[in-house]
């Protein structure tokens, strides 16, 4: 054994932890204004989670203490249970959860192995695969006439007995979703936007939301567990694509305020693009990263087949960042200004 | 008015454990019964040993002298007799005994003839070479030999100054207390340095947390007839690394692969300018240092201690307790263990760090690399260290290389701030390790092979030779045989000129033959006929049985 021999306290388990405590607000403000069902869908994510993670380090041999009490398992559980529709079904929870443990986790040689992020491939999975069942968000409780209990709520994700009308009554379309058809059926952004989901910046209640989770990440900066360059450089690549296209077209393009105010952008931006393991490393590397996370959910939202695009845009920047990283490396102490050769 | 300073990138903030061993004045160690003294204390060349066994040397008395240019000479730290020249445990990372003089003082501590030299009336060469006798090198921990580093050389100016007071690494307060006690003399040994680089700038950096130390430092300075600026550097390991030092104070970078005299700045320990002072103004060779005996013991303080003193003996003066889980020669972040504590404190030795489990507990298992980055945020060089580990544990060390491997300064920042408790720097330790045993094997087969090749060379040289003296040879006859039938007046053909050289050559081999043929044979005595004849039948015997198959190869198929 050789120097050094003292350690800071930082530990992985610590900054996952963080990573957790940081999401509390947001859930908070879910659970405020969308009703209890989120809990609901984030145990189910976390218990299956956990279970996935333990049976494939036993498979593959590991010893399941000091892993599973990294909390990885757990921050991709929630960070894939806050991505799905609030009312989602509970097999179509575990499908995603599995999917991102099992396949993008482990199979790809388990902790910091990964390049994928696990909860953005276990999302892409379920949109893809059950394009329906990913639409069951609860409207926010300030224009829904029903407001569902915890207990309700379970019934609903676990397809108990639920009157077609108390459903209807509590799901609705999200504002990016509304957005999307309004303008498939030839209305101009100014007209969509007259729809009451719409708020001040983003959509009622979202914005709230999307405000939580970035006072969350805002949280992550000021402990140095996330670096600043990931999530300015995807809000400004949101901003400037949204505010790109606005400028040259009103009526076709929606604002780029209410393009930024989506829980979607702030969670990915300060929770997900975050991701070190799936990343780039370099600080260059990090602002070319975020960029293109932001410029291709955009891109995603206006020309794509879903109303949303960050988790897509996400894994296709995750596929870029050996590359973004072999061409941002920095110059060193005393160097010259110059990559290392490939 | 005070200096603008810069910001080195990276460093860390370990907790800095240095009040504990200042509060106590400095004592000296008593004289041991025996001094160990290594040859290789310094970077370079080890000493060469020029007394032997049995002789009675006098402290202060060289023991072994330099060897060539980059070297320095070792010498008796007391008087007493040479009692070994033999291999012994040495404080080294290594681990493995080197070559060692032992001294059995005789409590008389009796000093060899000594007296100040005039450094100004001395040729800078020539007082270089003094300093090379007496053995001084960096006190720093690099423990390079001072006389090199003091040569400006002919293309090298060395405008700037630095003496290095930051002692960053936690625990360690030799510098601190010697910059407290002995700021006059710190400041004697920069003006002779300022002396033989002609520096127009000096000056003294000394972290924040060290107060008592930059007061001191400043009232020596003022006393000054030239200029010495004292300069309160924050607090931040690696602050006290020439490099980051240099950075600190000037704002400008060493260019990787060279040297800070390449950029017109020397970098000097404060411990080294006292030596030096204590050198020239006192013709004392290096033979003690200040050592800072801290951690899981009693008393932690500062001790004088000869070069040479057993490690164990100055643990016992500063009390040791029960439960201690190890030693460190230097701090927890740069340090080396020791392998026991016969081992002696050489000219490196800042710092005799006792472990316990309470203050060093045992490293947590290291998890995967979650690639956070914490380690390229702390790292002073600005590399990446999470893609030189990931080229490391691969074993592609081309890779490595490419990603400036050898700009590691091995400060140990990124493992003491990984998340994941990956030891980083042993990983960076065994790919340079790896590297240089290619290089060094590399470089033998390059020999192997430029050596083959000479020979081959040599051998087709050599025939060719010898087939064109032969040609010329052959040619000189052919035209001296034709020369005696034309004196002759008759006309002879080639195929008899070539006739004639043949028989000419037959007879020179036949004359060569009878020359050669072994005469101690000639007039033999029957017995040695005999003998002969018998020696003659074995050797038959031998070959037959060797050409005749083995028994089990009869058996095979």
Known sequence: MASPFILDRTSVTQVMAWVLAALLPGIATYVWLFGPGILVTLSLATVTALAAEAAMLKARGYPAKPFLADLSAIVTAWLLALSLPSLAPWWLIITGTLFAIVVAKHLYGGLGQNIFNPAMVGYAVLIVSFPVQMTHWAGPNELTSVHLTLAQSATVIFGGDVPRTTLDAVTMATPLDALRTGLLQQLTVDEVMTHPIFGHYGGVGFEWLAGAFLLGGLLLWALRIISWQVPLAFLAGIWLTAGFLNFYDAGRFGPPWFHLFAPSVMLGAFFIATDPVSGATTPRGKLVFGLGAGFLTMAIRTWGGFPDGVAFAILLMNLCVPLIDQYTQPRIYGGADKEPRT | MSRELFRFKGGVHPPEHKAESTSRPIHAAPLPKKLVIPLRQHIGNPAKPVVEVGERVLKGQMIAAADGYISTAVHASSSGTVAAIDLQPVPHISGLPDLCITIETDGRDEWVAHAPLDYQAMESPQLRMQLRDLGLAGLGGAVFPSAVKLDPGASHACPTLIINGGECEPWITCDDMLMRHHADEILQGVAIMRHLLGSTEILVGIEDNKPEALDSMRSAAAKLDFA?????????????????????????????????????????????????????????????????????????????????????????????????????????????????????????????????????????????????????????????????????????????????????????????????????????????????????????????????????????????????????????????????????????????????????????????????????????????????????????????????????EEKKP
């Open chain 2, 228 to 552: 010495v600026e004292v300069v309160k550097v924050p607090a931040r390991y690696p602050g006290g690394g020439a490099k980051q030092m240099i950075e600190t104070l000037t704002g400008k970078q060493v260019p990787s692969g060279k040297l800070s005299t390449d950029i017109g700045i020397q970098v000097f320990n404060v411990g080294t300018s006292y030596a030096l002072a204590r050198a020239i103004h006192h013709g004392e060779p290096l033979i003690s240092r200040l050592v800072t005996v801290t951690g899981h013991v009693l008393r932690p303080q500062n001790f004088e201690v000869l070069i040479g003193t057993p490690m164990h003996t100055l643990i016992t003066l500063a009390g040791d307790r029960d439960g201690t889980t190890g030693v460190l020669m230097g701090g927890p972040m740069m340090g080396v263990p020791v392998p026991n504590l016969d081992v002696p404190v050489v000219k490196a030795t800042n710092c005799i760090l006792v472990k316990s489990k309470e203050l060093f507990p045992p490293l947590p298992k290291a998890l995967p690399c979650i690639r956070c980055t914490r380690c390229a945020d702390a790292c002073p060089a600005e590399l990446q260290p999470q893609e030189l580990f990931r080229f490391a544990k691969a074993g592609d060390f081309g890779r490595a290389q490419e990603y400036h491997l050898f700009d590691c300064i091995e400060c140990g920042c990124c493992s003491y701030v990984c998340p994941s408790h990956i030891p980083l720097v042993d990983f960076y330790r065994y790919a340079k390790g790896e590297i240089w045993a290619r290089e060094k094997d590399k470089r033998a087969a390059d020999l192997a092979r430029e050596r083959h090749e000479f020979r081959q060379f040599r051998q087709e040289r050599e025939k060719k030779e010898k087939a064109e003296k032969l040609a010329a040879k052959a040619q000189a006859k052919r035209a001296e045989l034709a020369a005696v039938p034309a004196a002759e007046g008759a006309a002879v053909s080639d195929a008899d000129a070539k006739k004639a050289l043949i028989a000419a050559a037959l007879a020179r081999a036949q004359a060569k033959k009878t020359d050669t043929a072994p005469k101690n044979v000639d007039q033999l005595t029957p017995e040695q006929l005999h003998q002969i004849e018998e020696i003659e039948a074995r050797r038959t015997k031998i070959r037959e049985l060797a050409r005749k198959p083995l028994e089990s």
